[in-house]
């Protein structure tokens, strides 16, 4: 049986990754997919000192390969994000992109993360608490361009302003999953908790973990006052997010599953503030 994990032995070993390629394709995107890590995030807690939410990342890590390797190093990937332990936190993703660039010795490495987060939110009348879990994603890129972007699937609730003004009772209303891309300035820090309540407050009304018979009544004529089309939605999340001036970049969107159709409805907006001159 062939043992790999003794150095001496492993420099025997052929290394085909390392031969060449005469095709002159270079590679913009190569290296491993779908790996689930433990990670652990700061938090904004309560009082003196950090808290930490711990938990498990998909993560795919990609650097460029040039035309004239054959292979890039698959078993480095790991290795640099082994070298972290459960110390993987924001602070130290542009730190692993750096260092897949310096391991696997390539122009570009790109490292995108998607968890699960969780907040505890308090139900709007009793204030009965409970987790509201959602999905965060920071897609960071090191090289020909320095990159850090965070997007926040933000879960809410939209009731249709047609219907409710055409019916004699009722509305139609319906989830809807609002996406925010963001690039925040230099310097600057930006929590998701912070970026999660600037965003559901656009809807017709928040989702919650916990509601007691109270706090169902209070949501469902919440929606009702507050009635909102997809594109009520977006515009309203561009407000938001050309307001705070932590934000230089978005994209932002919302998806709501009709309960009228089996289709969705969506609309779009995307601000580049640094390309403003005024
Ligand atoms: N490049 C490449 N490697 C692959 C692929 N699929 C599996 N591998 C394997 O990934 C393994 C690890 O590759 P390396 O990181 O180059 O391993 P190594 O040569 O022992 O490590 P270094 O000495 O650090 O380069 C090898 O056994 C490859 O055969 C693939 O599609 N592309």
Redesign the pocket.
């Known amino acids: 049986m062939i043992q ?1 994990n003794n150095s001496e032995e ?2 025997q ?1 052929p ?4 031969t060449g390629d005469v095709r002159k394709v270079a590679i913009n995107k ?1 290296g491993v997919t779908n790996v689930r890590y433990p990670i652990s995030l700061r938090t904004p807690g309560e009082g003196e000192g950090n808290t930490f939410l711990h938990t498990v990342a998909t993560i795919n890590m990609f650097v460029s390969l040039p035309h004239h390797e ?7 990937f790991l ?1 640099v994000l082994n070298e972290y332990h459960e110390e993987l936190c924001s602070d130290t993703l542009v730190e692993i992109c750096a260092s897949m660039r310096e391991k696997l010795k390539s122009q570009d490495a790109f490292l995108d993360l998607t968890f699960p987060y969780f907040i505890d939110k308090k139900a709007p009348v009793t204030g009965q608490s409970g987790k509201l879990d959602f999905d965060v994603r920071f897609e960071i890129a090191a090289g020909t361009i320095d990159d850090f972007i965070m997007t926040l699937k933000v879960p809410a609730t939209s009731l249709c302003p047609c219907s409710k003004e055409i019916s004699e009772y009722g509305a139609h209303n319906q989830r809807c999953e609002m996406t925010v891309k963001v690039r925040i300035a230099d310097g600057v820090h930006l929590w998701i908790e912070e970026l999660f309540a600037m965003i559901e407050k656009c809807a017709s009304t928040q989702v919650f973990s916990v509601l007691k018979r109270p706090d169902e009544k209070w949501v469902t004529e919440r929606a009702y006052e507050n009635p909102k089309f997809v594109e009520d939605i977006v515009r309203d999340m561009a407000v938001t997010l050309n307001a705070d001036d932590r934000i230089e970049w978005y994209q932002c969107f919302s998806e709501n599953f009709e309960s009228i159709h089996n289709h969705n409805a969506y609309a779009f907006i995307e601000n580049d503030k640094r390309e403003k001159t005024d």
């Open positions: 790999t492993t420099t070993l290394d085909i990754q390392s190569v054959k292979g890039t190093h698959m078993s480095r290795e």
